[in-house]
């Protein structure tokens, strides 16, 4: 009976470890009826701004397909960044933001459960101007089925 406890205690353990994407590059966990489906993200989209310009980074839309987000990073290089709000886009629709910090720097997102866009939506990655002589770069991640 302990055997038991122990083995399920550490499949738990495991589980947990792959849904957190710890040592991973991002991991995803979908149920599909009671069987567990791990995904890594397939692909990867990165964008890079000209000194306090925008920047969009997009993974275009696939007709019928939706893409699954599963983390992005920003960074912003510069001794003192405008703060503002990073968006991740389905299309137009913001489904998550971030606040950029004001001393700058780079922060990451990594989904347990990866963002689910719209079908047939181009994914968005909506990094703002970030003041004078900042320069952005934005990176997203994910699948798409």
């Known amino acids: 009976m302990k055997t038991r406890l122990v083995?399920?205690?550490?499949?738990?353990?495991?589980?947990?470890?792959?849904?957190?994407?710890?040592?991973?590059?991002?991991?995803?966990?979908?149920?599909?009826?009671?069987?567990v489906e791990l995904r890594a993200a397939d692909w990867g989209a990165v964008g890079t701004s000209a000194a306090n310009t925008a920047l969009t980074v997009t993974r275009a839309a696939v007709p019928g397909q939706a893409h699954y987000v599963t983390g992005f990073c920003v960074t912003m290089r510069a001794a003192a960044v405008t703060v503002g709000e990073v968006e991740l886009r389905s299309a137009a629709t913001a489904v998550d933001r971030i606040i950029t910090p004001a001393q700058g720097g780079m922060q990451c997102v990594s989904y347990a459960s990866p963002v689910k866009l719209t079908a047939g939506d181009a994914a968005n990655l909506v990094v703002p101007a970030g003041g004078t002589s900042v320069i952005s770069t934005g990176r997203m991640q994910g699948y798409t089925r």
Do not use: M, R, T
Not at 13 to 24: D, E, R, T, W
């Open 7 to 35: 083995i399920a205690f550490l499949l738990g353990a495991l589980f947990s470890y792959l849904l957190a994407g710890i040592g991973q590059d991002v991991a995803k966990a979908q149920v599909v009826g009671q069987i």
